[in-house]
């Protein structure tokens, strides 16, 4: 048995996976340094010393050294219908491998020889040691008496741990999102107030987002629990957009005005403002001088543009799918804000329709996808002066978004998107402003 | 029950398969004859929302005219003018679409008349480019133009795009946005000729109801004795008057219409536009209309 982390006092010795590691900090590290967890990585995981009880195992796949999932140990044929989920959304690959590991799981026990264990002192009241495990409390909350979660090993710079929840029958019956540090802690309150704010009525028809099914702090963590999206939804593929009428019939469009004065541009400087005062953002110093350069020219800027009501704020297929009725969902929230400029969802979409923004030719990505979300924009009312405005705006939201990512992990490792990329990006969005200033006074 | 109704009950209860099958068949011995079918007689060439539709399927009752081959498929138009069409299918193509010169003859033989052909696409009287084209391809087609009360053009054009699903705005909105919309498209389609604006031929509302320089622009082009325009009032009003005038321009001989109804209006037609649009475009339109009338030198009645 390898011990992870015990209670106070106890030894680190780390699972071998630096994204295990930052995953079981993420969902379990304040319990355990207080003693009220502890983890264990072992071949069954059913034991453990004495003085401790199992709550809960999760299997570790493919391997600790290279984990890509946390699979709850729960009934065999559970686990499969779990595994296999949502087929609509992943690719062909992923498919494959899912199956694969669902016809492990449905006829014998999974490739992976590690449980990770979740134990809590015999000592202590078990509801006690218990008050903020998240694996407990979102049972609790779906009023199931236990569950199979399925939690991704995740590898980004705003990483945070979410959990698909299948009952002991496989069926799914919600989605947890739970933050760990500062940075998190405002995604997950953000997705939290978007998520509602639609629920209280601006949802159409044609697009709507999963509903909210619990939200609050687990210790001091937030964490939002939100219904399951319909097991028939298929991942919207390549340049299938979401369509011009589900998106203004989600956020419509409310006034025109310039974009300066729109709340999100707003709250977007006084962000870049922090960030450079803050002194935290060494790493990203470059590129937040050049975004606040753009955002006096976002800032003089005399074009009146129509305003929606809200941005999702990172519309991309795999944030984005359709079920058999023809219902658009989105889910993925984090980023979402009120009182945009609007189209800004149509040109994030273009940018990533072929997949995640490249780490090079961004500048040129950013006049592709601003030509590809052209007739959305239109439809929104947006002539060309308008546009490259907007262009400009959603610019400085990707550049401070990542110099906000790099300022808080002191650097660019693990971006997407490099410092050099998002530059070129606000260099694009300069040039397209200036082309269209020229081109009216002429 | 007419032919045409028969085809239309067979076809919708034949499985796809054999329908694709029906397609793929017919097309492929469309294009290997193509040679021997003529471009069309006439267009109906607009405008939208003024009744094309609605003309289309009272003149396609007419014994001596053909629409579309093969007719069970019901096609309006070919959309061959369109600059994506126009620039990658050829004409063997778009002739491929019509009756071949043996039926016509065979027909002529049983009528005691030339059969004529035609397709109706509201796009061709608006997108300044296509005139050209037609004279190009066709230079003896007729075209129809219905012209209806701007206003209430503009209204319905709102209205289909509304029910499409690709209006986000309010009509006093969409028509404050419609410049902006606009803007940049007329030159975008003047130096790219295969470039198709959806935008152009989508949020039009207002700019589209100036009917002048769109008659102007087919004058340009062909003899006024090829164009005849019509009131889209007149023909809600009084349907057999305005069909039998039309069979009078094209050389057909008149004939009973066996039934008058509307076709295409919008699900929302009920609905009312608002008042302070409504006046706006009233004052908009009327040097325009005032123009309209002088150069057709007719009474529009708006």
């Keep these: 048995m390898t011990t992870l982390l015990t209670a106070a006092g106890g030894t680190t010795t780390g699972s071998g996976s630096e994204h295990l590691d930052r995953l079981i900090h993420q969902l379990w590290g304040t319990d355990l340094a207080a003693g009220l967890l502890r983890i264990d990585l072992s071949g069954g995981g059913r034991k453990t010393d004495p003085g401790w009880e199992v709550q809960h195992r999760l299997r570790v796949l493919p391997s600790t050294s290279s984990p890509h999932l946390l699979v709850g140990v729960g009934p065999r044929p559970a686990t499969a219908r779990a595994l296999t989920a949502y087929r609509g959304l992943r690719s062909r690959r992923r498919r494959v491998a899912r199956v694969v590991l669902a016809l492990h799981a449905a006829t014998r026990a999974l490739p992976s020889r590690r449980v990770l264990s979740v134990a809590t002192p015999t000592d202590r009241p078990t509801h006690e040691a218990l008050h903020s495990e998240p694996l407990t409390q979102f049972a609790v909350l779906l009023d199931e008496p236990s569950l199979i979660p399925l939690c991704g090993v995740r590898r980004g710079p705003n990483a945070k741990p979410t959990l698909q929840l299948f009952t002991t029958e496989g069926r799914a019956v919600g989605y947890a999102k739970l933050a760990w540090n500062p940075l998190t802690e405002g995604m997950v309150l953000a997705e939290t107030a978007a998520v509602r704010c639609l629920a209280d009525g601006s949802e159409s028809s044609a697009a709507r987002s999963p509903r909210v099914l619990g939200a609050g702090r687990l210790g001091n963590r937030p964490y939002l629990l939100t219904e399951p999206l319909p097991r028939d939804i298929v991942q919207l593929r390549g340049r299938q957009a979401v369509s011009t009428g589900a998106l203004a019939g989600l956020f419509p469009v409310i006034r025109r005005d310039t974009a300066a004065r729109t709340g999100q541009v707003a709250r977007l400087m006084g962000r870049l403002h922090r960030l450079a005062v803050s002194g935290r953002s060494h790493a990203a110093a470059e590129v937040v001088a050049a975004a606040r350069y753009l955002g006096e020219d976002v800032r003089s800027a005399t074009a009146v543009v129509p305003v929606a009501s809200r941005w999702h704020g990172d519309m991309v297929p795999w944030n984005a799918g359709r079920d058999r009725a023809g219902t658009t969902w989105l889910w993925d929230w984090e980023y979402s804000e009120p009182d945009a400029p609007a189209g800004m969802d149509a040109l994030h979409w273009h940018l990533n329709a072929i997949g995640p923004m490249p780490a090079t030719g961004t500048g040129r990505q950013l006049r592709d996808g601003a030509e590809r979300a052209r007739p959305v924009l239109q439809a929104l009312g947006a002539g060309p002066q308008q546009r490259a405005v907007i262009a400009a705006v959603y610019a400085l939201t990707i550049a401070e978004r990542n110099a906000a990512l790099a300022a808080a992990q002191v650097g660019w490792r693990h971006h997407e998107l490099p410092a050099e990329a998002v530059l070129d990006l606000l260099a694009s969005a300069r040039t397209l402003l200036q082309r269209e200033r020229k081109s009216s006074a002429t | ?302």
Excluded at chain 2, 53 to 75: E, I, N
Excluded at chain 2, 177 to 188: H, I, M, N, V
Excluded at chain 2, 232 to 255: K, M, N
């Design chain 2, 1 to 302: 029950m007419s032919r045409m109704a028969q085809l239309a009950s067979l076809k919708s209860r034949a499985p796809r398969w054999l329908l694709d099958t029906a397609d793929v068949t017919s097309r492929g011995a469309a294009l290997a004859t193509a040679a021997n079918r003529p471009v069309p007689d006439f267009l109906i060439i607009g405008t939208k929302r003024g009744g094309t539709t609605s003309l289309f399927k009272y003149l396609a009752q007419h014994p001596g005219v053909l629409a579309l081959y093969p007719q069970p498929r019901d096609k309006k138009s070919t959309d061959y003018y369109f600059s994506h069409k126009f620039n990658t299918q050829s004409e063997r193509w778009y002739r491929s679409h019509f009756h071949t010169e043996a039926y016509r003859r065979l027909l002529h033989s049983r009528l005691g008349y030339r059969p004529l052909s035609f397709e109706a696409s509201p796009y061709y009287v608006w997108d300044p480019r296509i005139a050209a084209r037609v004279r190009q391809v066709a230079p003896g087609t007729k075209a129809i133009l219905l012209v209806r009360d701007p206003v209430k053009r503009a209204w319905s054009h709102y209205q289909e795009r509304v029910q499409n699903g690709v209006e986000p705005l309010d009509f006093e909105d969409a028509l404050a946005a419609e410049d902006d919309r606009l803007a940049g498209e007329p030159e975008r389609m003047a130096d790219d000729p295969s470039y198709h604006s959806t935008t152009w031929d989508w949020y039009s509302y207002r700019r589209r109801g100036v009917y002048l320089p769109q008659v102007q622009r087919w004058h340009a082009c062909f003899p006024a004795t090829q164009l005849l325009v019509l009131r889209s009032e007149d023909l809600y009003r009084h349907t057999q008057a305005v069909v039998d005038e039309i069979c009078d321009f094209l050389g057909l001989p008149r004939r009973e219409l066996s039934t008058t109804r509307g076709y295409n209006s919008t699900l929302r037609s009920g609905d009312e536009p608002p008042q302070r649009a409504v006046r706006a475009l009233r004052e908009y339109y009327r040097p325009h209309n005032a123009a309209l009338e002088d150069y057709l030198r007719m009474s529009l009645g708006w």
